[in-house]
């Protein structure tokens, strides 16, 4: 099953960052990948459904380059130093304390799929970014805000990158904070 394979996909990005794709026994395929969770409602608990979630919660409604940009952030932080090592609980993250690093996951809304055709787009690139087939557009960027913002944390880090609607950053040393 696609989510058993997301798993040994996800240890293996968490503990090695080599950007070699995954072999093919390993590999999710593309019909894998859309029969998990077809109506977008499934608890929040295997790697490929946080992956599509937050890539079609941060970036639907805008092209393909925005979406695989979110999923590079999330794949970006997963196991680097400073962040989780799993896909959902990078997603999750600060949501005990009200301060996520997503925000659609702390907005009190309803995280269940409105659109899916959509949703079957940001599922394909999380199959994609867990098969490390998917190539870095951020240039290593760990953090991201809309253009229509300005926060104030954004001084802190380098830009790394410029994508649809969206800016991307690194910290200076390299290091999460």
């Keep these: 099953m696609a989510e058993d394979k997301a798993q040994v996909l996800e240890k293996?990005?968490?503990?090695?960052?080599?950007?070699?794709?995954?072999p093919k026994s390993e590999a999710i395929t593309q019909s894998e990948v859309?029969?998990?969770?077809?109506?977008?409602?499934a608890p929040m608990d295997d790697?490929?459904?946080?992956?599509?979630?937050?890539?079609?919660?941060e970036a639907k409604g805008k092209d393909s380059a925005d979406m695989e940009a979110?999923?590079?952030?999330?794949?970006?932080?997963?196991g680097h130093e400073g962040f989780p090592d799993t896909v959902c609980r990078v997603v999750k993250q600060g949501s005990e304390t009200k301060s996520c690093q997503f925000s659609w996951w702390c907005d009190g809304k309803s995280d269940?799929?409105?659109?899916?055709?959509p949703y079957a787009m940001a599922k394909?690139?999380?199959?994609?970014?867990?098969?490390?087939?998917?190539?870095?557009?951020?240039?290593?960027?760990l953090y991201f805000h809309d253009r229509t913002v300005k926060p104030?944390?954004?001084?802190?880090?380098?830009?790394?990158?410029?994508?649809?609607l969206f800016k991307f950053y690194k910290p200076q040393g390299g290091d999460a904070k």
Excluded at 36 to 41: I, L, Q, R, S
Excluded at 70 to 78: H, K
Excluded at 124 to 141: H, S, V, W, Y
Excluded at 152 to 163: F, G, H, M, N, Q
């Design 34 to 41: 859309q029969a998990v969770d077809p109506a977008g409602t």
């Design 124 to 141: 394909e690139i999380a199959r994609k970014a867990l098969n490390k087939q998917l190539p870095d557009r951020t240039g290593g960027a």
């Design 112 to 117: 269940s799929v409105q659109e899916e055709v």
């Design 12 to 22: 293996k990005a968490a503990e090695d960052s080599s950007p070699a794709p995954a």
């Design 70 to 78: 979110v999923a590079n952030v999330v794949m970006n932080r997963l």
């Design 47 to 57: 790697a490929i459904t946080c992956l599509a979630r937050s890539i079609y919660w």
């Design 152 to 164: 104030e944390w954004a001084k802190e880090y380098v830009k790394t990158a410029e994508i649809g």
